[in-house]
């Protein structure tokens, strides 16, 4: 059976829309805002006036929670090729622009696909248009997401939060802050929900905003949470603990999260080769795709083995973003591209620094920028090392507790 590989032509116009935003007002400010770590690029209100416009007009979605919650769950046919890819591609053509600048337009954080993925209709109706920052990781842990020690305690027709959250992306900025905690520990991670916590409100203090290696236009912040009071209608989905389904229903978010992180780190390898190619073909150094690579220089030979890694990595990410569309389960999917496309991103980027020389390490291009950018993408939503173990235990069939 042939397999088409061409994007539908309905989602060009995601490509050449963002890849317009992107080259006319991202990258053209990336360098300030990269100089200028916590100041806020206001130049992006305008670009998510624009995503709003253009999501309204319901032909293409960008990285709100509407994006992944698109078509009746009872039409499996209802969302093809639909909204989780319009978002995945609009974010390789933005974070081709600038990654750090992706992760600060309004409304369209990591947060709202959190809400997305788990959220009642009625939720989706109060908190569909929010700003929503993702509040997981703890100063005790960082990528056993299980290990949660955040409290959220109901009493009365409300929920009492306490804890601390860092590296919160947008933390600072956002509006709401979707917060892991667990409702009783004795439970485990059945009992680990996600809850909707307005940043301003009694009680959510931000501690401190952290100095970073790159993407620093992005604020990444540190939030405590001291007897929190949130109405008991702001637990995301079911307030059951479910001790047969486990860990399930919050873990979904990373399922639309993680292609998302992956196609970040398609853009911004592209970025990056884009930006090589231009310097060695200035530097009279032919790139052909008739001879083999050993038949060629070795700065050819490298750039061909990154742009054969670049596509591979596309490729993966794609597919985990068409199989949520298509209401197929890409758990183990969704972490393949994302371990794939991370991986590449950081060697690719980092390569091209090496390759490019003085060039390549000065201010005078944005390689250095793009190689400290990278490395993060390594990181967060799981670890390289966490997207492994994912992947192995769907192969195998085991458990996060038969497989450690």
């Not at 539908?8 to 116009?13: E, G, N």
């Not at 409290?151 to 939060?161: C, H, N, P, S």
């Not at 690579?293 to 990154?306: N, V």
């Not at 496309?341 to 201010?363: F, M, P, Q, W």
């Amino acid at each position: 059976m042939a397999i088409n590989l061409e994007i539908p032509k309905k989602l060009q116009a995601v490509i050449e829309k963002g890849h317009q935003g992107a080259a006319e007002m991202i990258r053209p400010i990336s360098r300030k805002y990269d100089l200028a770590e916590h100041a806020y690029p206001v130049e992006l209100d305008t670009l998510s006036t624009l995503f709003e416009g253009i999501s309204e007009a319901k032909t293409i979605s960008f990285a709100g929670a509407d994006a992944f919650h698109g078509g009746d769950d009872n039409d499996k046919k209802s969302n093809v090729n639909g909204s989780n890819m319009s978002a995945l591609l609009n974010a390789v053509e933005i974070s081709w622009g600038d990654v750090a600048l992706l992760l600060s337009v309004p409304y369209q954080g990591l947060g709202n696909a959190a809400i997305s993925s788990v959220a009642t209709k009625e939720q989706l109706e109060r908190f569909g248009k929010v700003w929503a920052a993702m509040a997981i990781t703890e100063p005790g842990f960082g990528s056993d997401s299980a290990a949660v020690s955040t409290t959220a305690k109901l009493e009365g027709d409300e929920y009492v939060i306490n804890g601390e959250k860092i590296y919160v992306t947008a933390g600072s900025r956002a509006t709401h802050i979707v917060v892991w905690a667990t409702l009783d520990k004795a439970q485990g991670r059945a009992a680990i929900k996600s809850f909707v916590v307005p940043r301003e409100h009694p009680g959510v203090t931000i501690e401190r905003l952290e100095h970073k290696l790159g993407i620093k236009a992005s604020d990444t912040a540190a939030i405590r949470f001291d007897n929190v009071r949130i109405p008991k209608e702001n637990l995301l989905g079911s307030p059951e603990i479910q001790t047969d389904k486990g860990f399930a229903g919050v873990m979904q978010t990373f399922d639309n999260t993680r292609p998302l992180v992956a196609g970040m780190a398609v853009g911004v390898a592209r970025a990056a080769l884009e930006e090589l190619r231009t310097i060695l073909t200035d530097a009279g150094i032919e790139i052909s795709y008739d001879k083999p690579a050993h038949a060629q220089s070795a700065p050819a030979a490298e750039f061909l083995r990154m742009e054969a890694d670049w596509e591979s990595s596309y490729l993966l990410t794609v597919r985990s973003a068409w199989q949520s569309d298509n209401k197929i389960p890409n758990s183990k999917e969704a972490s393949m591209g994302k371990a794939k496309a991370a991986r590449v991103a950081s060697d690719i980027t980092l390569k091209a620094v090496e390759i490019a020389g003085t060039t390549g390490y000065s201010e005078n291009t944005l390689l250095e920028k793009w190689a400290r950018d990278s490395k993060i993408l390594d990181i967060f939503e799981g670890t390289q090392q966490i997207q492994q173990l994912v992947i192995a235990r769907r192969l195998l069939g085991l458990s996060s507790a038969e497989l450690k």
